[in-house]
């Protein structure tokens, strides 16, 4: 993160909490990532390249599995298009948990089995629901939610959790998007420490 240094002078601290005859450095972070909206002429593949390259730079120097999850839910919401809900679920062991996220408030805890996320952990494998209403047990955290992807999280042969998106369009995800999901489970995965 990159650090940029002013100094107020005096007469320039109205409501900074400095007196009107003082001076004072201050230091800003600027801002580490600018996540530009993904161009509408951006090839899948290409775009999926894209986020795995800024995800490597992101997981750079850091395995905590929460702080690389927020990250990665968090450039995954402002990068991908039309997504109104990203993030992860944790296997803690019957029950997936909620991790970090963005988007609205979600269902806290959710069965293996039920609905598409516990749908992916029981048959092992990344789950793509064009239209969630058509799918049997669909669990609606969000009523404006159309369709769903879910990719497993593999850890040494077992399943420790889920990456979840969700649009409000129908037929959002396709295949070009389960493979650039579950290459970037994979490196979430890779770069961090176990839950």
Same mark, same amino acid.
């Given at each position: 993160?990159?650090?940029?240094? !002013? #100094?107020? *002078?005096?007469?320039?601290? +109205?409501?900074?909490?400095? !007196? ?11 801002? =580490? ?16 390249? &894209?986020? #795995? &390259?800024?995800?490597? +730079?992101?997981? =750079?120097? $850091? ?8 990250? =990665? ?13 990203? /993030? ?25 089995? #039920? ?7 029981? *048959? /092992? ?8 209403? !058509?799918?049997p047990g669909h669990i609606a955290c969000d009523g404006t939610s159309q369709s769903e992807l879910v990719a497993p999280l593999w850890r040494e042969g077992r399943i420790a959790g889920v990456l979840d998106l969700d649009s409000s369009r129908l037929n959002r ?5 389960? #493979?650039?999901? $579950? ?7 890779? !770069?961090?420490?176990?839950?």
């Amino acid at each position: 993160m990159q650090r940029r240094s !002013a #100094r107020l *002078r005096k007469g320039e601290a +109205a409501g900074s909490g400095v !007196a009107p005859d003082e001076s004072v450095a201050i230091e800003e972070e600027a801002p =580490m990532f600018d996540v530009p909206p993904p161009s509408p002429d951006l090839l899948k593949g290409d775009l999926y390249d &894209r986020l #795995r &390259r800024d995800l490597t +730079a992101l997981f =750079m120097g $850091e395995r905590d599995p929460i702080a690389n999850a927020a990250n =990665m839910a968090a450039l995954l919401f402002h990068g991908l298009p039309d997504l109104n809900w990203a /993030g992860f679920y944790v296997l803690r062991g019957d029950d997936l948990v909620l991790g970090p996220f963005q988007g609205k408030p979600a269902c806290v805890r959710i069965a293996v089995g #039920r609905g598409v996320c516990g749908a992916a952990v029981a *048959r /092992g494998e990344t789950l793509v629901v064009r239209d969630v209403h !058509a799918f049997p047990g669909h669990i609606a955290c969000d009523g404006t939610s159309q369709s769903e992807l879910v990719a497993p999280l593999w850890r040494e042969g077992r399943i420790a959790g889920v990456l979840d998106l969700d649009s409000s369009r129908l037929n959002r995800f396709d295949e070009a998007d389960r #493979r650039g999901c $579950e290459a970037l489970a994979a490196l979430f995965m890779a !770069a961090s420490d176990p839950f």
